[in-house]
T-cell receptor, first 110, second 116 residues
Framework: KNEVEQSPQNLTAQEGEFITINCSYSVGISALHWLQQHPGGGIVSLFM???GKKKHGRLIATINIQEKHSSLHITASHPRDSAVYICAVPLETSGSRLTFGEGTQLTVNP | DVKVTQSSRYLVKRTGEKVFLECVQDMDHENMFWYRQDPGLGLRLIYF???????EKGDIPEGYSVSREKKERFSLILESASTNQTSMYLC???????????????FGQGTRLTVV
């Protein structure tokens, strides 16, 4: 069992739809990262959160520490949101280095 | 803006060649990381460095070595490239260790290496 699991692996949506990507992890953490990787390969950090909710534009990230679960929501999705979304956590079992989920490939069609 | 720059976007090398992947960051970060990314496996840590001349093995160090002679530069070396090292390689840096609440990871644009 992976220590960080994302779902779904692939997601196709129509422009304007509300998107949810989920991330579950197996042990206690201090913070969770959401990252975005565009087709060119570069990765950018979207959010880092340790509790509650954060919002940036059309993106919202929530985390429930007790349930060891986080969600990334995209409101009014747009084709330019098409990317791979990756969650990452510093697991105690890995010496506080980041452990990554496998990623969710999102495709938003016009 | 923090910049992490990898020297090449695409590389094609022959089996047995010695390959150098270079990474430079301009924000005086202590920590630098090399990952490889493969379909279905996500990002896996090869090596990391928390200071000049310091290095630690990650989860998959076999077949790789690293060098950090200056704070801003972290090099990944494939001593004798093999076809199973064909992958996307990503460099990252951070100011603090990741269990600090204020630490963000900054990534390079990636190097897609093909070994033929």
């Amino acid at each position: 069992k992976n220590e960080v699991e994302q779902s779904p692996q692939n997601l196709t949506a129509q422009e304007g739809e509300f998107i949810t990507i989920n991330c579950s992890y197996s042990v206690g953490i201090s913070a969770l990262h959401w990252l975005q990787q565009h087709p060119g390969g570069g990765i950018v950090s979207l959010f880092m959160l340790s509790s509650g909710k954060k919002k940036h534009g059309r993106l919202i990230a929530t985390i429930n520490i007790q349930e060891k679960h986080s969600s990334l929501h995209i409101t009014a999705s747009h084709p330019r949101d098409s990317a791979v979304y990756i969650c990452a956590v510093p697991l105690e079992t890995s010496g506080s280095r980041l452990t990554f989920g496998e990623g969710t490939q999102l495709t938003v069609n016009p | 803006d923090v910049k992490v720059t990898q020297s090449s976007r695409y590389l094609v090398k022959r089996t047995g060649e010695k390959v150098f992947l270079e990474c430079v960051q301009d924000m005086d970060h202590e920590n630098m990381f090399w990952y490889r990314q493969d379909p279905g496996l996500g990002l896996r840590l090869i090596y990391f460095s928390y200071d000049v001349k310091m290095k630690e093995k990650g989860d998959i160090p076999e077949g790789y070595s690293v060098s950090r002679e200056k704070k801003e530069r972290f090099s990944l070396i494939l001593e004798s490239a093999s076809t199973n090292q064909t992958s996307m390689y990503l460099c990252a840096s951070s100011l603090l260790i990741f269990d600090s609440l204020n630490t963000e990871a900054f990534f390079g644009q990636g190097t897609r290496l093909t070994v033929v």
